[in-house]
């Protein structure tokens, strides 16, 4: 099986444009080579963006209050307002945020992604990560977004093909035996939507935004969205790979 979201954009932990050979040691040994002159020599010369460029690389995840005026600039960017390369300005801010910046740019070709989410053995998951101000959208958006693209709009698939593809084949794979169909002795995970005008708002520029379309959700029998508006509660669980 394949999972596969429809975003052309990717997103993860900053660190992983770090060569590894600096992690040999474990974390306080990558701040030593953040900090040497050495070290920062050679990240000059190695560190490169996965995708695009530093230009199109979006930071997020800031948990000082000093550094919250980067949250959704790219690196270039803060490079230039840290008046020094992006090399250095990437090493300084892991070291100022303990290594926890996240960051979005350029991902998956949209030309592409079709032939993979339409592939009978791939699963769509959002992949999300709540992280920072500026998180990647599809962590609002994947799931209103086949629903309202490759449904309503495109008929790439039908809505009971996509609904499997969110649900009851995911929980299959995974051997979530309580979950992912509608069916008497089930967990009550239920949504409620409008196939006419399910959508999602969220940009890479402003991605924080809820989907329309969506007035009700049940997680584990409670209402958790009541008329497109969260109740407060907290009914969801950890779930672990081969239990009910």
């Known amino acids: 099986t394949m999972d596969c979201f429809h975003y052309p954009y990717s997103s993860t932990r900053l660190l992983i444009l770090i060569p590894e050979w600096a992690f040999d040691g474990g974390p306080e040994k990558l701040k030593g080579v953040l900090r040497s002159p050495e070290g920062r020599e050679r ?8 995708s695009g460029s530093f230009t199109e690389l979006m930071l997020t995840n800031f948990k000082q209050p000093h550094n919250s005026q980067y949250d959704g600039r790219s690196l270039a960017e803060v490079a ?32 592409t992604l079709p032939d993979f989410i339409t592939h009978p053995r791939t699963m769509i998951g959002s992949d999300a990560v709540l992280l920072g101000e500026h998180p990647n959208p599809r962590t609002y958006g994947t799931f209103p977004t086949i629903l309202a693209d490759y449904v309503r709009e495109e008929g790439r698939l039908t809505i009971e093909e996509a609904i499997r593809k969110m649900t009851s084949m995911a929980a299959l794979r995974l051997d979530i035996r309580d979950r ?17 005008s399910v959508k999602s708002p969220a940009t890479l520029l402003e991605p924080k935004q809820f989907p329309v379309g969506i007035e009700y959700v049940l997680v584990n029998g409670s209402v958790v969205v009541d008329q497109g508006q ?15």
């Open 43 to 50: 990240l000059r010369q190695e560190i490169r963006p996965r």
């Open 80 to 111: 230039d307002a840290m008046e020094k390369g992006e090399v250095d300005a990437l090493c300084d801010l892991l070291l100022d945020e303990d290594l926890q910046i996240s960051y979005v740019s350029p991902g998956p070709s949209l030309a």
């Open 180 to 196: 992912g169909m509608l069916r008497d002795g089930m967990k009550a995970d239920i949504v409620v939507f409008d196939p006419r």
């Open 230 to 244: 969260h109740t407060g509660a907290l009914a969801g669980r950890a779930l672990r790979h081969g239990r009910a």
